[in-house]
Structure formats: structure tokens, C-alpha cells
């Protein structure tokens, strides 16, 4: 484990208000969705975690933990990583039809160009 990506756990739908309510304010906003009705809002109150950049081919990977009260997000090595190196991890989007495509900059030899 490398760290949990903490934050306030929201509705989808209260997300998709809070996450318009920061754009309108031009701050950028930090989820990350559990599952089709949960997501983890980390801006106010996450920790260094949303900070991790995604990657085409990521040194970490993301995973849903389900405890008897919950669920947490856990950020875990995919492989050895070496000191001063840029942690990273595939943020698996899924695209959705309304929405503009995200490039991606990773700048792995396998990029797929689009983060969604
Ligand atoms: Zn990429």
C-alpha cells in the first residue's frame, strides 16, 4: 500500500453539484467515483493522493476496498518503484457520450492518447 485516497464520500449526484459548484468558483476538483452512486470528494478535504497523475502505464494501481462500514480507496505499488519516481496509476474513465475527450500526456510508449 501506498496511501488512501481520501475525501468526503457523496452521492453521485451531490458530487456532479459540488463539482459544478467548484468550476463556477474556477477551482479544480478532485474526485474519484467508488461506483455508479458514491463518489470520494477530495478537494477540500483529501489527502495527497489526488495529487497522483494518471498514466497509460502506471507504477500503482487503484482499489476499492469494501469494509463492513464502507469503502476506501487504496492506492497500492504495481510494481518496485524507484526513489524521486512520479507516482502514477490508471484512472480507468469510462467515456461518456456528452462529455469532450480528455488527452492524455503520459507519455507512455503504450499512451492510448485519451485519458477517457
Ligand atoms: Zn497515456
Known amino acids: 500500500m501506498v496511501i488512501e485516497y481520501m475525501g468526503d464520500i457523496l452521492r453521485a449526484e451531490v458530487a456532479m453539484g459540488k463539482e459544478l459548484q467548484y468550476k463556477a468558483k474556477n477551482r479544480p476538483a478532485y474526485m474519484f467515483r467508488i ?10 478535504s483529501g489527502s495527497p493522493a489526488r495529487y497522483i ?27 518496485r518503484i524507484d526513489r524521486g519516481e512520479e507516482l502514477c ?15 492524455c500526456h503520459c507519455g507512455a510508449a503504450n499512451c492510448r492518447k485519451w485519458i477517457n
Open 35 to 44: 461506483d455508479s452512486e458514491r463518489v470520494i470528494d477530495a478537494t477540500r
Open 89 to 103: 496509476y490508471d484512472y480507468k474513465l469510462t467515456p461518456v457520450a456528452d462529455q469532450s475527450k480528455i488527452p
Open 53 to 79: 497523475n494518471h498514466s497509460c502505464s502506471p507504477n500503482c494501481v487503484a482499489e476499492v476496498v469494501t469494509f463492513e462500514r464502507g469503502h476506501k480507496i487504496i492506492i497500492s505499488a504495481a510494481r
